[in-house]
């Protein structure tokens, strides 16, 4: 009976070995090679204006960089020891910093981005993020414990940044959501789910209401939805800052000209409505005719950033 048994069980175990070998090797094919972790103790792992400033803005990039090779294979996370690849995520760094900051204190972590080329498989790049998702959440803790130093704070991201700083938002602590000014969630969406299951999640219905998450997403019509917004719930006008189908105009500025847009909160598809706009180029892997993605930070920065004060000024009144 035992050695029936054996016969039995040894080939089962084996089996089981096998399939579970194969899910690995299934899951380091969509992976790949994973760059040297960052460590956030390192001053070069970090963008940082300290202006001595009442309050933060932590924020976390977009997807700058696409697929490199590292030894002989392709790797889709960044590698931020590598000099080139950091170039356009400083950049992202600098520009927001001067459009959106103001007179708050920035801070900003270089972390292991999935790359651009990702996004053209869904499945894929969200098997990738936990990579991505883990370290901004550790240079988020290491911002708490070093550099915050009890002060009020803004959390923003847009587009996969946006992704890392709503997984954040969702599970902080009472005692820090307490200094939470604002999350800017821009350019992904807030699903129902989201809102039902965790409480940290309130959506901004003005623009001066504090401890919300704000979150909008801008297209042409409802045909050009990407799947990174697809189904959200969240729709603010950043222009207005109404949840409602009120339109509002607003001046794009450009380098050779300034452009007068509307926008306005569509209710059905909860996405802003921009009209007037002379889309030349679509943004690439994900983009499509009339997505405004690329767009989002572009638009609407004078707008947001003197939200940012706003908020800010509010927060500090009812404290």
């Known amino acids: 009976m035992t050695k029936i048994r054996n016969h039995i069980v040894v080939p089962i175990a084996l089996s089981i070995m096998l399939i579970i070998s194969s899910w690995n090797n299934g899951l380091d094919s969509v992976v790949g090679p994973i760059p040297q972790r960052p460590s956030y103790d390192n001053p070069s792992m970090w963008y940082i204006q300290n202006r001595g400033g009442e309050a933060d803005l932590f924020y976390i990039i977009s997807t700058e960089t696409g697929d490199h090779m590292m030894g002989g294979d392709t790797c889709h996370l960044a590698d931020i020891y590598n000099m080139e690849l950091r170039k356009p995520m400083q950049k992202e ?38 990579i991505t ?18 002060r009020p704070f803004i959390i923003a991201g847009f ?11 969702k599970h902080m602590p009472d005692s820090v959501m307490k200094r939470m000014v604002a999350a800017y969630v821009i350019g992904y969406k807030v699903g129902q789910e989201d809102l039902d299951s965790f409480p940290n999640i ?30 959200t719930k969240a729709c603010i006008n950043p222009v207005n800052w109404r949840t409602d189908s009120v339109s509002t105009p607003f001046v794009l500025y450009g380098r ?14 909860r996405h802003i409505i921009v009209e007037g706009y002379q889309q030349k180029n679509i943004m690439p892997i994900i983009g499509c005719k009339g997505n405004y993605h690329d767009m989002e930070l572009k638009f609407y920065y004078p707008y947001i950033r003197r939200n940012m004060a706003d908020r ?6 009812s404290e």
């Open 312 to 317: 800010v000024a509010a927060f500090m009144k």
């Open 202 to 231: 309130r959506l901004a219905q003005g623009a001066t209401d504090t401890g919300v998450t704000i979150s909008f997403n801008s297209v042409k019509s409802p045909e050009s939805i990407l799947y990174i917004s697809k189904n």
């Open 133 to 150: 998702v883990s370290d901004v959440k550790r240079s988020w803790q290491y911002y708490l414990e070093h550099f915050n130093q009890g």
């Open 256 to 269: 050779k000209k300034n452009d007068t847009l509307s926008v306005h909160c569509d209710p059905k598809s």
């Open 93 to 130: 760094m600098t520009a927001v910093d001067s459009f959106y900051s103001d007179k708050l204190n920035y801070f900003s972590p270089y972390y292991r981005q999935v790359s651009m080329d990702s996004w053209a498989d869904s499945e894929k790049a969200f098997a990738r993020l936990p």
């Open 159 to 169: 587009s996969q940044g946006a992704i890392a700083a709503l997984e954040i938002v």
